[in-house]
């Protein structure tokens, strides 16, 4: 398995344009998040979705997009890239529901580094 | 609402020193807590979870209700302990972390 894989793993944007930071995943998992990471803020969760065509926002969802067409992929999309969206993004799977039979580790990507100058 | 607070942004020992990353958290159901960790250049992952009550790596955590803190403790620290730590909890049975925002470990020879 390949687990959580991200690309890419470096970007520099210019102010106002979009990309998209694709997630995916090879264990079956229900549960997908994306978090943001930045100094002295922890992780900070943008979207979550707990299936295909299931997603719902976190705490800081301004200025991102998320659709979860397939169980695999969860893509994020920066509409019009601000200066403020500099960090760093992880993506991270899960099973939906922790239980006797679910391991209810959330496993991570390696990172996407994002500058939006 | 749901809050971890780390208050120490930077921890530094010297290596055989005791360790103890603070995390009290705001919760008003059942939570289960975890800490993470970060090493150099390597993807987060979970270091252990309180409702296991496992030691890895030498580290513990006990969940105190009353104080509602998920301190994480180490008796000797190593140098590879060297790394990022993060509390976070969640609902019981649901997937949905918080984190906290993290405390730096500097372990010095």
């Known amino acids: 398995n390949a687990g959580v894989t991200q690309t890419p793993k470096f970007q520099v944007l210019k102010t106002g344009q979009s990309m998209t930071l694709q997630c995916a995943q090879d264990m079956n998992h229900e549960y997908m998040s994306w978090y943001r990471q930045d100094p002295g803020m922890g992780l900070r969760l943008i979207h979550y979705?707990?299936?295909?065509?299931?997603?719902d926002q976190g705490e800081v969802p301004n200025g991102y997009n998320v659709s979860r067409s397939t169980t695999e992929d969860f893509p994020l999309r920066l509409l019009s890239a601000a200066p403020s969206q500099t960090s760093v993004y992880f993506c991270a799977s899960s099973y939906a529901r922790s239980g006797p039979r679910n391991p209810d580790t959330q496993y991570f990507g390696p990172g996407t580094r994002l500058t939006v100058l | 609402a749901q809050r971890v607070t780390q208050p120490e942004k930077l921890l530094s020992v010297f290596k055989g020193a005791p360790v103890e990353l603070k995390c009290n958290y705001s919760?008003?159901?059942?939570?289960?807590l975890f800490w993470y960790v970060q090493y150099s250049r390597q993807r987060l992952q979970l270091l252990l979870r309180?409702?296991s009550r496992e030691s890895i790596k030498g580290f513990t955590a006990d969940l105190n209700k009353g104080e509602t803190s998920f301190h994480l403790k180490k008796p000797f620290a190593q140098e590879e302990d060297s790394a990022m730590y993060y509390c976070a909890l969640r609902n019981t049975g649901f997937q949905k972390l918080v984190f906290g925002t993290g405390t730096r470990l500097l372990v010095s020879p």
């Open positions: 979705s707990v299936g295909a065509g299931i997603t």
């Open positions: 919760y008003s159901g059942s939570p289960e």
């Open positions: 309180h409702i």
